[in-house]
């Protein structure tokens, strides 16, 4: 991120901030940062490196505080500018209330989000916009984009992920600054971060305003949509390795053990592969998906023993429906494994490799806490099996 450069501030005591990031700014962001101000609330915008011919606009706004990035670096980048800003010129209990440059979004929508941070500073409070047909199709397919993935990820259902106007409290800046991320899929992040972290997550029905089809608007929805969505592609490369890893080593464990007659040899070179599969896997989940440095002793463990389950799992499932149900042994490898994957997605992303598991101290929010996952773990542990020994029983009855 680039070094900001405050131009002027007055913030004063005040328990309401509101944090517009801009990017080529109109005649718009004017109108709606003086009337905020006539409602009583402190403006920061940060101008994320407009153009020369958006300066004339930027300089009407001067006298409300703006902060310069030299340079475009996204709305995720702007955001974080302005937040720590705000750290260490504003109020320690005020509520920050971020809201976008193109006048999408009301002031009477902006100032009653706020509000509702103000009486619930613990959670993290979203204006949220009704889709319908009269919704520009960038905006659809950014929010369906993000919002199945949301629910996919955090199995947290939102109305609308992808809304610019959220509040909460300035105390929640420090972690919120940390969140990765530069462009739209902060945003995104942001969500994902609370819904792991157990910040309560609330929506507030807003007006739905587009102008000019929302022509203001920087979201691109292939490219934003792509960042969005990178680390659920980048798992599953990274699971299709481990898969064509496992499934080589099976397919050719099993083939020698048959001619050479071994006993038991779907067991034994599903364990195998298994095996080599899963430290391949735990390898590149750590360095390149989740991106997770040191902790080796602690993430190794906790994919331990959920690929210790997992194996538990995947054996008694295959072994189930190819020694009992009569299964071609190499489909039945192929369906057990898709139910492995999704099991693996779920428990990595929330558990294992969750930024927060382990580190917060006593009093923390967070449901990631140290004796909280491991007694997660059990959970999800124990339904797991529970849920394959079921199917399994249920294939060979039939």
Avoid at 50 to 60: A, F, I, K, N, Y
């Amino acid at each position: 991120m680039a070094r900001s450069t405050l131009v002027t501030a007055t913030t004063r005591a005040a328990p309401m901030m509101v944090l517009i990031p801009a990017y080529e700014p109109t005649l718009e962001l004017v109108e709606l940062v003086a009337t905020l101000r006539r409602r009583g609330a402190r403006v920061l915008v940060v101008d994320d490196g407009s153009s020369v011919e958006t300066q004339s606009v930027l300089g009407q706004l001067e006298p409300y505080c703006v902060v310069l990035h030299r340079q475009h670096e996204g709305k995720g980048a702007a955001l974080k500018a302005g937040l720590t800003w705000m750290l260490g010129h504003c109020p320690t209990d005020a509520v920050v209330v971020t809201a976008d440059a193109d006048g999408q979004h009301s002031v009477d929508d902006i100032m009653v989000v706020g509000q509702r941070a103000l009486a619930e500073p613990d959670a993290l409070w979203l204006g949220t916009r009704r889709f319908g047909a009269t919704t520009p199709w960038r905006s659809r397919v950014g929010n369906a984009v993000t919002g199945l993935v949301f629910r996919l990820v955090s199995g947290v259902s939102l109305s609308d992920t992808q809304t610019g106007l959220r509040a909460f409290p300035l105390a929640m800046a420090p972690d919120l600054i940390q969140v990765p991320g530069q462009r739209y899929e902060y945003e995104t992040n942001v969500l994902l971060d609370c819904s792991r972290h157990g910040r309560p997550i609330r929506e507030h029905g807003i007006e739905t305003r587009y102008f000019n089809n929302n022509a203001g608007s920087h979201f691109s929805p292939w490219r934003d949509s792509w960042l969005i969505l990178r680390d659920i592609a980048a798992f599953a490369a990274s699971s299709l390795i481990a898969f064509v890893l496992d499934y080589g080593l099976f397919a050719l464990l099993t083939v020698v053990g048959s001619v050479l007659g071994w006993g038991h040899t779907v067991i034994w070179a599903n364990v195998v592969a298994r095996v080599v599969s899963a430290s391949t896997n735990y390898a590149v989940n750590k360095r390149r998906v989740f991106r997770v440095s040191g902790r080796v002793v602690r993430t190794f463990l906790g994919y331990a023993a959920l690929a210790s389950s997992i194996l538990v799992v995947n054996t008694l499932a295959l072994t189930g429906l190819v020694d009992h149900a009569g299964w071609n042994p190499y489909l039945a490898k192929v369906v057990v494994e898709l139910a492995c994957f999704v099991i693996s997605w779920l428990a990595q992303r929330h558990l294992i490799f969750a930024p927060g598991w382990g580190r917060r101290g006593e009093g923390s929010s967070s449901i990631w806490s140290r004796g909280q996952s491991g007694d997660m773990a059990g959970r999800v542990t124990t339904g797991v099996m529970t849920a394959a020994a079921r199917a399994v029983v249920t294939a060979v009855g039939r």
